[in-house]
């Protein structure tokens, strides 16, 4: 089947130069490469909200209660 995709020019010129080192078509390159992303595992997509989750790490935990302006004042001068 033929269609029309809008590619970027950079995208399309590295595109032609893969093509012709493998001799085969810029079409056979685009339809393998389809094909690859579509055999993705389902877990690889974004979920149904639409984004991926962000992500998140331990931080070790609260050096200072920020609601005590002293001891919030004492930490930030201890880390200069």
Known sequence: MKTTLNIDDSVIQRLREAAARRGTT????????????LAEPKQMDAPSGGLAPLPTWHSG????????????????EEEE
């Open 26 to 37: 810029m079409s056979a390159l685009v339809e393998a490469g389809l094909r690859r992303v």
């Open 61 to 76: 935990g609260f050096r200072v209660d920020i609601a005590d302006r002293d001891a919030l004042y004492q930490a930030m």
